[in-house]
């Protein structure tokens, strides 16, 4: 690919300096160019600044992967690469890893907060939550307190972080990190997306860069858990899944949450929770193969 393309393939970063010093925030939105919530969100936040108000400075790239987003796929139709799973990517690597490399330069190094908004796009689908890295140190400390001032429905844990993703390159640079989840599904509610942008303006307040915020509708219950969408519970045999449960729903161990049936509609497989806990994501296409991720059940916090 020449460089004529593969800077087209660039997005666009924006940003909003406030008339004051104060701390900088980076934004994502459209990781994956199948969710819109992000985009949306993080133009109407940035609409919603007023610099003469803001102490410090919001960087957005809203899309951050414009190929995957003029595609409306997770990933790119140029490489086939998913740049939530590349980066800190490599400036003399494919497209996809050329615009991961110029994300983590450009837009995280030297942020003092990543904020990556994604949803669960057209192949999942995911209670609003915010989550983040809960391991030990101040940077793990203050993306905890981002996540709680987010004001999410969910707040959800991970002991650790899965190589590739914008967190885990953020970690690299000692940038504190959170990231949204929400319904997705090509839908955009008027809820979910009044969330995702109350939310940054609440983390903002929080960091002392702005004088008001909406407060959260109510207290967030904490889940912990891996949360890699690549795993969780996977289907044993090719088939049809049918649910049998919704995402934010308290499970028990061995509860069923759906059957995988045959072409002739009889039940090959039921699928069952590995454990007590709330269910964070559900597959929507019915359609699977064996190793297909069907859903992700993580274990509660007691408040």
């Known amino acids: ?30 990781v994956h160019g199948d969710e819109l919530e992000g985009v949306l969100a993080a133009r109407r936040v940035l609409a919603a600044l007023d610099p003469e108000g803001l102490r410090g400075s919001v960087r957005v790239a809203a899309p951050a992967h414009p190929a995957a987003w003029a595609s409306v796929t997770r990933a790119s139709p140029v490489d086939d690469l998913n740049l939530a799973r590349v980066f800190p990517g490599s400036p003399e690597g494919r497209p996809t890893e050329r615009v991961a490399a110029y994300l983590t330069d450009r837009l995280i190094a030297g942020a ?111 889940v912990r858990g891996d949360g890699d969408t690549d795993g969780g519970v996977e289907a044993d045999v090719d088939g049809y899944l049918v649910t049998a449960t919704e995402v934010g729903r308290l499970v028990r161990a061995g509860e069923r949450l759906g059957s995988i049936l045959d072409e002739e509609g009889c039940t090959v497989a039921d699928v069952r929770s590995p454990q007590d806990g709330v269910v964070m994501l559900v597959r929507r296409r019915a359609r699977v193969s064996a190793g297909d991720t069907l859903a992700i059940v993580a274990e509660r916090v007691d408040a």
């Open 1 to 30: 690919m020449g460089a004529e393309r593969v800077g087209e393939a660039l997005p666009r970063l924006r940003l909003t300096r406030g008339r004051q010093p104060g701390p900088t925030v980076a934004i994502l939105g459209g």
């Open 112 to 222: 003092d907060l990543l904020i990556d908004l994604h949803s669960a796009g057209e192949g999942f689908d995911m209670p609003l939550l915010a989550g983040y890295h809960a391991g030990e140190g101040p940077r793990c400390e203050r993306a905890a307190e981002a996540a709680r001032a987010f004001g999410a429905p969910f707040l959800w844990q991970h002991p650790d972080l899965s190589p590739g993703r914008s967190l885990s390159a953020a970690a690299d640079l000692g940038v504190p990190a959170l990231y949204v989840e929400g319904h997705g599904g090509g839908q955009v509610r008027s809820a979910d997306l009044d969330c995702y942008v109350d939310g940054v303006l609440r983390v903002l307040h929080h960091l002392g860069m702005i004088e008001e915020a909406p407060a959260p509708a109510a207290p967030s219950t904490t």
